[in-house]
């Protein structure tokens, strides 16, 4: 499952299985990606890969981080689920623009999602909100192609967009009018409303070294759009982000 609220979960960002690999495994990698949504600045971080499924239950990596679910086949190539985890959050300390802000808290996270998977064609819808009082949710759609799938090779083409409702973009992207009086860069106070978020491009390389090792590398772009792109926190409107990972099917 693809879904990315967060700085980091930026659709694959190697949290997320390749179609390819849609099988239990276990591996890890490094991503690079903005510090938050907006950044100039980026960071490396480790990034955990993991997918088990055992009848409905299932643990995964398809946000992004590590979460637990349900799911279950309801029509050929297409299956629905629920399924609770982690989000990620925000430092203040990270930019100059953020001083006074405030941090955002890791949380937790809750939602249902429906995945369609027609051949090399991959497809979901997913609603994610989180756990914490006013932190919003956000509904994401996300697709995919295999152009290339030859031997030891896969590789796929993707693209998403991401909405979220008003208490998301208030958290993500607002300035209250306490915020701005605390601001060290002067922000003005900004209401977002709900609505469009971003969109995001992906294309991901999977090289089987065997029949158990595989090595996934991502490179993407993501745009913020609508009023979270117009938010005076946003330093960069457009960031791409990428990673490699090894991992062990079984």
Not at 26 to 36: K, Q, R, S
Not at 113 to 132: L, N, T
């Amino acid at each position: 499952m693809i879904n990315d609220p967060r700085s980091l979960c930026l659709c694959f960002l190697l949290g997320t299985v390749p179609p390819a690999m849609a099988q239990d495994l276990v591996g890890g990698g490094i991503a690079v990606a903005p510090w938050y949504p907006g950044a100039d600045s980026y960071r490396i971080v480790p990034r955990p890969l993991v997918n088990f499924q055992r009848g409905p239950f299932f643990i995964s990596t398809g946000q992004g981080l590590p979460g637990v679910g349900l799911k279950m086949n309801v029509a050929p190539d297409v299956a629905v689920g629920v399924r609770i985890g982690l989000g990620l959050g925000r430092d203040e300390k990270r930019s100059e623009r953020l001083e006074g802000l405030g941090d955002i808290d890791s949380h937790a996270e809750y939602g249902v999602f429906a995945e369609w998977k027609p051949g090399r064609w991959s497809a979901s819808i997913a609603y994610s909100q989180a756990a914490k009082s006013g932190y919003g949710g956000t509904l994401s759609l996300r697709g995919s192609y295999a152009i290339w799938q030859q031997g030891r090779h896969n590789v796929q083409v993707g693209a998403g967009l991401e909405w979220g409702n008003s208490d998301h973009m208030q958290t993500w992207f607002g300035v209250t009018p306490e915020q701005s009086a605390r601001s060290g860069a002067g922000l003005a106070t900004y209401r977002p409303s709900s609505g469009l978020r971003s969109g995001v491009a992906f294309a991901s390389w999977t090289y089987r070294l065997t029949e158990r090792w595989h090595v996934t590398s991502v490179l993407g772009a993501q745009t913020l759009v609508g009023d979270a792109a117009d938010s005076p926190i946003v330093e960069r409107k457009t960031a791409a982000y990428g990673g490699v990972g090894l991992s062990y099917s079984f």
